[in-house]
């Protein structure tokens, strides 16, 4: 059974740092593309990175491109996401999330989210 | 960026009705698109994908039709567990975008 738990959500103040973890199991992590997702309080989802099995192809939502950077480390068949310079609009429940194959962009495995809050 | 706009932003149904959903592209995007269910406090799941493929385990009651820019999700009869809110969301490029989502709620 693929299983994905997220970890590392809290409390920052804006300009404070976070660094978001997801554990994954049931699959073979090292074969598949990554992703973050966001939900901010009465919103919908908004995609936020992604990173292939291997690392070499690394994508950004431009809303967080400079400041954040996803990672992975296969040994451990773990996702991590480190945020910086957090401001008030990244509040939101963060994702770990699955590619469905190589070739689309959908996520067909979620985790069940980490809230993140940012406030002084 | 492709823009995602699904209509209605809310619906009330009835167990048994049936639904749809419809989802707009702001350029096309073929068949690269999928459509997710989330509930309050729950992982998202997903129902359709390449417009019109049911994910495995995903009931036979819904369906994804549509290409180009105009798309649709029906569900031909409504289940208590099927109140929840709908994204749908491109898949034509690695810029995922999602639609606002339709909340579904009982009648």
């Known amino acids: ?120 | 960026d492709i823009q995602m706009t699904q209509s209605p932003s809310s619906v009330s149904a009835s167990v048994g009705d049936r639904v749809t959903i419809t989802c707009r592209a702001s350029q096309g995007i073929s068949s690269w698109l999928a459509w997710y269910q989330h509930k309050p406090g729950k992982a998202p799941k997903l129902l359709i994908y390449a417009a019109s493929s049911l994910q495995s385990g995903v009931p036979s009651r819904f369906s994804g039709s549509g290409s180009g820019t105009d798309f649709t999700l029906t569900i031909s009869s409504l289940q208590p567990e099927d109140f929840a809110t709908y994204y749908c969301q491109q898949s034509n490029s690695f810029h995922r975008t999602f639609g606002q989502g339709t909340k579904l709620e009982i009648k």
């Open chain 1, 1 to 120: 059974e693929v299983q994905l738990v997220e970890s590392g959500g809290g409390l920052v103040q804006p300009g404070g740092s976070l660094r978001l973890s997801c554990a994954a199991s049931g699959f073979t992590f090292s074969t598949y593309t990554m992703n973050w997702v966001r939900q901010a309080p009465g919103k919908g989802l908004e995609w936020v990175s992604s990173i292939s099995g291997t690392s070499t192809t690394i994508y950004y939502a431009d809303s967080v491109k400079g400041r954040f950077t996803i990672s992975r480390d296969n040994a451990k068949n773990s996702l991590y996401l480190q945020m910086n310079s957090l401001r008030d609009e990244d509040t939101a429940v963060y994702y770990c999330a699955r590619d469905r194959d190589g070739t689309s962009y959908v996520f067909d495995y979620w985790g069940q989210g980490t809230l993140v809050t940012v406030s002084s």
